[in-house]
């Protein structure tokens, strides 16, 4: 879309003594057309994606807190190691949650 529109601004005599304005103006248009609905398609599937990740993440930390609690209800396990096994797995949920945005990014 950009060289079609850049080709045309830096031949605009050219453009005009062909009259070729209606011509450029269509490629432009279809070029910026394809843009768009390819920009829209990744804007899905990344918040599709990004919905996925989150949900997923945020859903095995509310499984770890409830089993965690039955464990500690049955004197199995202290709040002390359940708090050190939230902050590592927080701190693993970040870095997969870069990860998740740069492979959004990517595609």
Known sequence: MTT???ESFSNVRTVKAFSNE??????FYKYSK???IQGRTKGIWQGFF?????T??????IAIIFIASKLYEQEKITIGA???FL???ILLLFNFGMLAAVFGNLF
């Not at 990004?50 to 989150?54: A, I, L, P, Q, Y």
């Not at 997923?56 to 930390?61: D, F, L, N």
């Open 4 to 6: 079609v529109a850049e």
């Open 50 to 54: 990004s919905f996925f990740v989150s």
């Open 22 to 27: 209606d011509e450029e103006t269509e490629k």
């Open 34 to 36: 394809q843009v768009f």
């Open 87 to 89: 902050f590592y797995l």
């Open 56 to 61: 997923t993440m945020y859903g095995a930390m």
């Open 82 to 84: 359940i708090t050190a």
